[in-house]
């Protein structure tokens, strides 16, 4: 199986780093998005990155989903995990 690329939005915390981590336990590459970076994609090594996201403003979403094809060539999984209160 290739390797894939993976975006977790609220992927810093709770069930999102949960998923995030279980996508990285199997090989896969994980862009991190959330609107504050807690230092988890550091921690976590080469195929984890974190990437600053507001998924309120479509300009964000647009350049996550651009920084994940621009960091591996494809983007093969768009997690949606993101709450808003």
Not at 19 to 30: C, E, H, K, M, T
Request: include cysteine.
């Amino acid at each position: 199986m290739k390797e894939r690329t993976i975006v977790v939005t609220g992927g810093t915390a709770g069930i999102g780093a949960a998923i995030a981590r279980a996508f990285l336990a199997i090989g896969d590459n994980v862009l991190m998005g959330a609107r504050h970076d807690n230092g988890l994609a550091a921690t976590l090594g080469e195929r984890a990155r974190f990437q600053r996201v507001d998924m309120t403003r479509p300009a964000e979403i647009r350049a996550l989903v651009n920084e994940a094809i621009n960091w591996t060539g494809c983007l093969d999984v768009f997690v949606n995990n993101a709450g808003l209160s």
